[in-house]
């Protein structure tokens, strides 16, 4: 079931998978072929299974799949299709902004593999917008599945007396075997800035927008040179549509503001730094802007005065003075952190919250964070550092390495989140299972005699 569950979550993203190997080629000097024998193999409801579409799932995962992929391929497409189904029917979509996350992001990649956007716009004979609308296109459909799938799945509760039965009807050599795991507490100080830096960062930003409005510099240009957004700066600044709550307020305020996309806003701090912003567009609920981010130049005498506090700060605690759970709700500067004794949490897979970490996990959060935790002896206090915030800031940090889970198999007491994952996920699965069995009962479902002679995990499609 998991490997069913792994194929159909790459099947997903099939399409966009197609355009990733079509764009490795390019890197390679391989052209693509310009003439392509095509057939409908399968048809589930009104939505057509293609030879291309087969093809290119076993070009790129013919190694990874276990069975004939002629069999196994197109039942897993054929799932895709039912998920699609039921999303139009149910009404489930994946927003605007959530597939325009996606799509620059796997656009900035092809860019990069590519060499520049004009190379990539050569080879595949369309401009990059003809290329994003295409991709909009395919990552709609793959994010619209899986949300579907969470659909059917969300309602699903595991209790405490589940998971103990699961546990105790488990095979030893079966339980899972968990990596070494830490949990950490950080005490943040943010660096001050002084005024003239930040008068100086306005009167920069004030310039850019003047130039914009007059038309002297384009402000995608201007973005392009300056922007300290690196995820839209290669875009002009250009940002997905996004509503109100997924921005941060300060930001939302003066974009929705906006009317006029000849004008640019006036500068407006956030907890990222300083921006302009310029209207692109506005669609319903979402809106849709560039903007230049900068942020103030922190000075290396600032960011001593900050690492020497936090060494009193944990000379302090190493004494007695006060806790480090005291300390980090009182001085630090975190505030995502220090309403909860400056203990640093990771949501899984599940959307549950964990504060444990794998140390590759807590190395993807801050590579600083990491490597200086690593070094560290339970209950021990780190040397004051510097690390980039979620943010993108530059802060001073303290760390103490609150606990350190050597790996061993699971264990009710010790990992009762993982094994409650586990039963989640199996419960999940067994649902879905029952779901697609009875979905083939009610949809019209054609295989061509040739790609019949299969031994399909859901018997039901031929009927």
């Given at each position: 079931?998991?490997r069913t569950?792994a194929?159909?979550?790459?099947l997903?993203?099939?399409?966009?998978t197609i355009l990733?190997?079509?764009?490795l080629?390019?890197a390679?000097?391989?052209?693509?072929?310009?003439?392509?024998?095509?057939?409908?193999?399968?048809?589930?409801?009104?939505?057509?299974i293609?030879?291309?579409?087969?093809e290119?799932?076993?070009?790129?995962y013919?190694?990874?799949?276990?069975?004939n992929?002629?069999?196994?391929?197109?039942e897993?497409?054929?799932?895709?299709?039912?998920?699609?189904?039921q999303?139009?029917?149910?009404s489930?979509?994946?927003?605007?902004?959530e597939?325009?996350?996606?799509?620059?992001?796997?656009?900035?990649?092809r860019?990069?593999?590519?060499?520049?956007k004009?190379?990539?716009?050569?080879?595949m004979?369309?401009?990059?917008?003809?290329?994003?609308?295409?991709?909009f296109?395919q990552y709609?459909d793959?994010?619209?599945?899986?949300?579907?799938?969470e659909?059917l799945?969300?309602?699903i509760?595991?209790?405490?007396?589940?998971?103990r039965?699961?546990?105790?009807?488990?095979p030893e050599?079966?339980?899972?075997?968990?990596?070494?795991?830490?949990?950490v507490?950080?005490?943040?100080?943010?660096?001050r800035?002084?005024?003239?830096?930040i008068?100086?960062?306005k009167?920069?930003?004030?310039?850019y927008?003047?130039?914009a409005?007059?038309?002297?510099?384009?402000?995608?240009?201007?973005?392009?040179?300056?922007s300290?957004?690196e995820?839209?700066?290669r875009?002009?600044g250009?940002?997905?549509?996004?509503?109100?709550?997924e921005?941060?307020?300060?930001?939302?305020?003066?974009?929705?503001?906006?009317?006029?996309?000849?004008?640019?806003?006036?500068?407006?701090?956030?907890?990222?730094?300083y921006?302009i912003?310029?209207?692109?567009?506005?669609?319903?609920d979402?809106?849709?802007v560039?903007h230049?981010?900068?942020?103030?130049?922190?000075?290396?005498?600032?960011?001593d005065?900050s690492?020497?506090?936090?060494d009193?700060?944990a000379?302090?605690?190493?004494?007695?003075?006060?806790?480090?759970?005291?300390?980090?709700q009182?001085?630090?500067?975190?505030?995502?952190?220090r309403?909860?004794?400056?203990?640093?949490?990771?949501?899984?897979?599940?959307?549950?919250?964990?504060?444990?970490?794998?140390?590759?996990?807590?190395?993807?959060?801050s590579?600083?964070?990491?490597?200086?935790?690593?070094?560290?002896?339970?209950g021990?206090i780190?040397k004051?550092?510097?690390?980039?915030?979620?943010?993108?800031?530059t802060?001073?940090?303290?760390?103490?390495?609150?606990?350190r889970?050597?790996?061993?198999?699971?264990?009710m007491?010790?990992?009762?989140q993982?094994l409650?994952?586990?039963?989640?996920?199996?419960?999940?699965?067994?649902?879905?299972?029952?779901?697609?069995?009875?979905?083939?009962?009610?949809?019209?479902?054609?295989?061509?005699e040739?790609?019949?002679?299969?031994e399909?995990?859901?018997?039901?499609?031929?009927?």
């Amino acid at each position: 079931m998991k490997r069913t569950n792994a194929i159909i979550r790459f099947l997903m993203a099939r399409r966009a998978t197609i355009l990733s190997l079509t764009f490795l080629l390019i890197a390679s000097g391989v052209k693509a072929q310009s003439h392509i024998i095509d057939q409908v193999v399968w048809v589930v409801g009104d939505e057509a299974i293609l030879l291309s579409d087969v093809e290119g799932v076993r070009n790129d995962y013919g190694a990874n799949i276990s069975g004939n992929p002629y069999c196994v391929i197109p039942e897993q497409l054929a799932i895709q299709k039912l998920f699609l189904h039921q999303a139009v029917i149910d009404s489930v979509d994946a927003t605007d902004a959530e597939v325009n996350r996606y799509v620059e992001q796997f656009l900035n990649d092809r860019i990069l593999m590519a060499g520049s956007k004009e190379k990539l716009e050569e080879y595949m004979r369309k401009s990059i917008s003809q290329i994003r609308e295409d991709l909009f296109e395919q990552y709609k459909d793959k994010l619209t599945a899986e949300k579907m799938r969470e659909q059917l799945t969300k309602d699903i509760k595991i209790t405490p007396a589940e998971v103990r039965r699961y546990f105790k009807d488990l095979p030893e050599d079966s339980l899972p075997l968990i990596p070494t795991q830490v949990e950490v507490q950080i005490l943040v100080q943010q660096p001050r800035i002084p005024q003239e830096e930040i008068d100086r960062v306005k009167g920069v930003l004030r310039d850019y927008a003047e130039r914009a409005s007059n038309g002297s510099t384009s402000f995608a240009t201007l973005a392009r040179l300056y922007s300290q957004d690196e995820e839209c700066r290669r875009q002009g600044g250009e940002m997905p549509y996004y509503g109100r709550g997924e921005l941060d307020p300060a930001f939302a305020n003066v974009a929705f503001g906006l009317t006029d996309p000849k004008k640019v806003s006036k500068v407006v701090q956030s907890e990222f730094g300083y921006h302009i912003i310029q209207l692109i567009d506005k669609r319903g609920d979402k809106v849709k802007v560039r903007h230049i981010l900068m942020r103030p130049n922190v000075a290396q005498g600032d960011i001593d005065a900050s690492l020497a506090r936090l060494d009193s700060i944990a000379d302090d605690i190493r004494s007695g003075t006060f806790t480090f759970d005291e300390g980090a709700q009182a001085i630090s500067d975190d505030k995502d952190t220090r309403n909860n004794h400056g203990i640093v949490s990771n949501r899984t897979e599940t959307g549950d919250r964990t504060t444990r970490f794998e140390m590759g996990q807590l190395a993807a959060v801050s590579p600083e964070l990491a490597r200086v935790v690593d070094g560290l002896e339970v209950g021990e206090i780190s040397k004051p550092f510097t690390m980039v915030n979620s943010k993108g800031a530059t802060v001073c940090a303290i760390a103490r390495l609150k606990t350190r889970i050597i790996s061993h198999r699971a264990s009710m007491s010790e990992d009762f989140q993982v094994l409650k994952d586990m039963v989640q996920e199996k419960k999940s699965e067994e649902y879905i299972a029952r779901w697609i069995r009875e979905k083939q009962k009610n949809t019209y479902i054609r295989i061509n005699e040739d790609w019949r002679d299969c031994e399909f995990q859901y018997p039901g499609w031929v009927k």
